[in-house]
Structure formats: C-alpha cells, structure tokens
C-alpha cells in the first residue's frame, strides 16, 4: 500500500528533512538517509533494512522496491526534500546499525586504513571511496567528529560506506585490535619518517592518518612500526586527507602486485 504525499508540512517529510540535517536525529531514531538508487542498492545489498522509502514515479518511471512503507510524492515536493540532482527520484530512510571493531573480517593478509579525528564527511567518504577501489579489508575511523551516518559522507563514498567494512572507536581501541591483530602500524606524517616508497607494505599493514591541522596524537606516533611520508616539492607541506589515502593505499597495492 502506497501513501500519497502532497504537503512539506507532512510529518513524514519533516522527519526525513530532520534526518538529513542532525546528527542528534539520526543516533536518537536509529534511521538514516540514503539518496539514489545506486547508493541505495548498495546499501540493501549490504543487509540494511529500509523502513520507508519517498518515491517520484515521474522521475523514477516503474522500478522494483523492497517491502517497506513506501510514500508516493510529486516531482515539486522532491525537489524540497532531495539534496542532489539527478538521483532517480528515490530517497530512503534506513535502519542504522553500530560499526564495531568486533563485526570486521578481516582477510589473511589485511590492508586497513585508520583515520584519525577526521571532521568533514566529505573527507571520510572520499577515503571509503577510495578504499573500495583499492580492495581495502576495512576502515577503522577513531574518535570520529563525523556522523557515519551522515548524509554528505554517503554521497561522496558514492555508496561505498555499504561496501567497505567500517568501525567506529577509541584510538586507544584500535591501537589494541590492530596489535592483537598483528598488523603493523604505518603513520603518515612528516617529523622523522620516510618516503612513503621505501616502506615495505606487503604484510599485514594499517595506514594511519589525521587531519591536515593537527595530525597525529602521540599515542599513534609512539606506537607506529614506521613513520612515512609523501614527499612534498611544491609550496605547500600536505595533501587532502582523501588523497594522501589514494597514495599510499595504492603504493601497498602495487608492492603486493609485483610480490
């Protein structure tokens, strides 16, 4: 059974704009929002389940949904509540889940990336994106600023926070799991490293990074097996977070390529 919606006033509609603006929404309803029908596919594939999803059947045309409340609206009243364009006219609030430590699986031979105090979505979804591409086992954010739920970080992961494996904890946590693990640990900062190159990759590694302001903590700095670096030949001192990631994931990549 389909509902027919007309009106933003809808409390429908203003609980899935609530959703796509707090935080506080989110972790206090266990929903969040998924916006296309790339993202969403991904994360149903993932094992999400849907609790409601706004469909415009004048953009989406006749497509296959999941069982779920589903809520018809017009092409005027999707406008309001999509934050993109071209995202099919499909828009779903989803069952949250908790991304613990305990849940990842990792392979034999895992590659992990660990991000630190990173603050803006964007940046965290840029990394899972890259992260999928990659074929990373898992990414371990610590002491997250961000939502994981967060609407701009699963835009920008373009659905790879459903594909990447994804904890949230304590640096101190992390430091514990990767040890017990036995996955060395790999800091990228620039006091008293090396070029990122020269570092062997090829075992069982976690690539650690932080904010371009601040970097590292010293309990990471301390208990790193190597400090490395992307050596820098312009003017300035750092890279995007996002991009430092795609350097120095591909570089394990390609050093466990050519064995």
């Known amino acids: 059974m389909r509902e027919l919606l007309t009106s ?3 409390p429908k509609i203003k609980k899935l704009i609530a959703l796509q603006q707090k935080a506080s929404e989110r972790r206090e309803s266990s929903l969040f929002v998924v916006e296309g029908r790339r993202e969403l596919e991904r994360c149903l594939d ?11 059947p004048e953009i989406s045309g006749e497509i296959s949904l999941p069982e779920c409340r589903i809520c018809e609206v017009g092409r005027e009243l999707y406008a309001k509540i999509a934050c993109r364009e071209g995202t099919e006219g499909i828009i779903a609030e989803i069952r949250s889940s908790e991304r613990r430590l305990d849940d ?11 991000l ?19 074929g990373v086992d898992a990414l371990i954010i610590c002491d997250p600023k ?6 701009n970080l699963i835009r920008a992961s373009l659905g790879a926070a459903f594909t990447v494996q994804c904890a949230a904890c304590s640096s101190q946590e992390a430091l514990a799991y990767l040890k017990e693990h036995g996955i060395q640990i790999l800091t ?8 990122y190159y020269d570092c062997d990759m090829r075992g069982p590694t976690a690539i650690v990074m932080g ?22 030949h312009g003017r300035v001192d750092s890279l995007n977070v996002s991009v430092s990631a795609a350097i120095l994931l ?5 050093q466990r390529q050519n064995g």
Not at 46 to 56: H, M, N, R, S, V
Not at 116 to 134: F, H, M, Q
């Open 46 to 56: 993932a094992g999400y389940q849907p609790d409601t999803i706004f469909i415009c």
């Open 104 to 114: 990842l699986a990792l392979g034999e031979n895992p590659l992990v990336a660990v």
């Open 188 to 195: 990228a900062q620039l006091q008293d490293s090396s070029a």
């Open 146 to 151: 961000a939502d994981l739920y967060n609407p």
């Open 116 to 134: 630190e105090s990173v603050e803006k979505p964007g940046n965290i979804g840029a990394v899972l994106r890259t992260c999928d591409a990659a």
């Open 211 to 232: 904010t371009e302001s601040t970097g590292l903590s010293r309990q990471w700095r301390e208990a790193a097996d190597a400090h490395i670096m992307i050596p820098m």
């Open 8 to 10: 933003a006033s809808n």
């Open 250 to 254: 591909y570089e394990s990549v390609r």
